[in-house]
């Protein structure tokens, strides 16, 4: 952990100078497309679940919630272990924990099993994405956005593949094509061993802490600092709260209203949910760019707000409308998303692991708790109303005008 500014900078600056670690940025990113889509086998089985186990919609919330609590709150918790004593075993050692869940999902005779199964997936993801981010963080060089994106392309794309898995494995094979995910894992494991060791080397010369006692004036001064960065921190997680709550209302229940709504078969129903996935990708790789060039705070905004006529209109729309809109909708939506984290990364820039598991952790673990509410409200209202409810979800991404502006911050470069 680095315990003064000064340190961080010069840890920065030094990471300039070594320029951006490219092969070393696309292993990684590979890594986290492989954890992700082992996360993605849990969502994908969720129409089959539903019908083999005689699921409601409460029980795939609880699902949907268990993964993200496991996955998400742990990651800060993880984050703050790991910049104390950042540990490169930790990536595939994430990915062990992740095959384990994978063979107990395929094998799972219940729903109390789909749980304990769901808890290794989401504890494997846990222990991996504080470590994968420091790895990003020392690779990155001058172009941090363009790398977290590399990087968040990775998950997401993995995230996209979870209605693929449905049409194409799932449906077919049913609960026992889970068993294919561990071949995930084992690729996942073999690429973390080869990335070890380049991180290991990078530990060494640049992540050891260093410890100096501030003066009475540098006190004062980052006592004010430290206000200002809490102010930011919580609005940050509250918008990225926000854009949780409505990504679990699209990623595990818009399958089940476009066929109770539009009439669409089970292999029908994962082509929009596929497109939104798959456009997220796309704004994820361009928001990283676009973010280096106009800044953090004002990509932020432009995502989450500018999603939200989109996200308004998707439940009035007729079936032909749906489709294109829904592509603009996750284009938009996601662009933010490794914005936010290296915002987070620049308001802590000596506590990169524990930053980056506050944002893609404990944020979407709390966007998780939105799984087993919406669950409960779909089972109770019906599910259209609940999807109209959750569209106003993306104004909240008007609360960015608030936050900081990272241009003239001093950490920001």
């Not at 996209?160 to 194409?168: D, G």
């Amino acid at each position: 952990m680095i315990t003064s500014a000064e340190t961080a900078k010069e840890v920065k600056a030094q990471a300039i100078r070594t320029g951006t670690v490219y092969s070393i940025l696309f292993a990684v990113s590979a890594v986290h497309m492989l954890n992700d889509s082992m996360q993605s086998v849990v969502s994908a089985l969720f129409p089959v679940l539903e019908e083999s186990l005689h699921l409601n919609f409460t029980q795939v919330g609880w699902i949907a919630f268990t993964l993200n609590m496991t996955s998400s709150v742990m990651q800060p918790a993880v984050g703050i272990v790991s910049d104390k004593r950042p540990s490169p075993w930790m990536l595939p050692v994430g990915m062990a924990m992740s095959m384990l869940g994978m063979a107990g999902l395929a094998y799972a005779p219940g729903f109390l099993m789909l749980i304990v199964a769901t808890v290794f997936v989401g504890l494997g993801s846990a222990v991996f994405h504080p470590e994968g981010s420091r790895v990003v963080y020392f690779a990155a060089g001058a172009r941090r956005g363009l790398s977290q994106s590399i990087y968040q392309v990775g998950g997401n794309f993995g995230q996209s593949l979870a209605p693929l898995m449905t049409m194409f494995i799932f449906l077919p094979l049913g609960q026992r094509g889970a068993v294919w995910g561990t071949i995930l894992a084992a690729f996942a494991i073999i690429i973390s061993l080869k990335v070890m060791p380049w991180y290991a080397s990078q530990l060494a010369e640049h992540g050891k802490p260093v410890k100096r006692k501030p003066a009475a004036g540098e006190r004062l001064a980052q006592s004010k600092e430290s206000r200002t960065i809490a102010f930011a921190l919580g609005l940050l997680i509250l918008i990225v709260f926000a854009r949780s709550w409505y990504g679990a209302a699209i990623g595990t229940f818009y399958q089940f209203y476009t066929m109770d709504v539009y009439g669409l078969s089970k292999e029908a129903a994962q082509i929009p949910l596929f497109l939104f996935m798959a456009a997220g990708v796309a704004g994820t790789f361009f928001g990283g760019m676009m973010a280096d060039r106009f800044g953090r705070k004002n990509m932020m905004f432009y995502s989450i707000a500018g999603s939200a006529p989109f996200a308004l209109l998707l439940p009035h729309l007729p079936l032909a409308w749906m489709y294109p809109l829904i592509v603009v909708l996750g284009f938009i939506l996601q662009s933010g998303f490794s914005v936010s984290v290296v915002y987070a990364q620049e308001l802590l820039p000596g506590n990169v692991g524990m930053a980056s598991g506050l944002i893609t952790g404990l944020a979407f673990g709390m966007g998780a708790l939105g799984a087993v509410i919406l669950g409960k409200m779909a089972d109770v209202y019906g599910l259209a109303d609940v999807m109209i409810w959750c569209s106003v979800l993306p104004v909240l991404g008007i609360l960015a005008v608030f936050m900081p502006s990272d241009r003239k911050r001093p950490s920001v470069q």
